[in-house]
């Protein structure tokens, strides 16, 4: 018991570690899907760890806090569980184009409710580093879809980039980007 629940405190660890950088500092664990597969690994070990480890008296609190948190989630229109759902199945991202090797651009919606933002993403060391945003809602009401574009460049002020120029047909349109 206690080798699986080390394995699985170093999951939840590297898990919360990774939501708390991605959410205070912009840095994630580099590549689109390695965030996802430490998710998918960490949720089976808590089902594999629920169901091997029963019949102990703290396994059962923490499956029933688990449920009540899932339920909880479902009150306030879902917002929660459908953010869950939108990245554990990977329906967050609708596009993404890398502009050289270390930036990155990605459409991605995190709910319902948000609308689209398009990211811009740079690669450091193995990480990624969320370095600024456009909303995504100027593009839709604009008919702008990045996949469709002609050309998709940034333009940088002192090293970070401070505007998002699109081609479409014969014209240019400009965004620009909030920095993180």
Known sequence: MKKHLLIYSSLSSILLLNLVFYLSLGISISGYWSDRVVYWIWLLSTFVLIYRFWAKKGIKIYASSLGVLVIL???????????????????????????????????????????PTVEVIEQVEGFEKLIGTVNGWHMVNEGVHLEEAR?????????????????????TLKYDIEQY
């Open 151 to 171: 050309d998709v460049q940034l333009r940088f002020t002192n090293g970070k980039p401070v505007l998002l120029e699109v081609q479409k047909g014969n014209e």
């Open 73 to 115: 989630s479902l009150l306030p229109f879902m917002i929660p569980f459908t953010v869950i759902l939108f990245t554990g199945f990977c329906l967050d991202r609708s596009y993404s184009k890398t502009l050289d090797d270390r930036i990155s651009l990605q459409v991605s919606t995190k709910s319902f409710f948000s609308g």
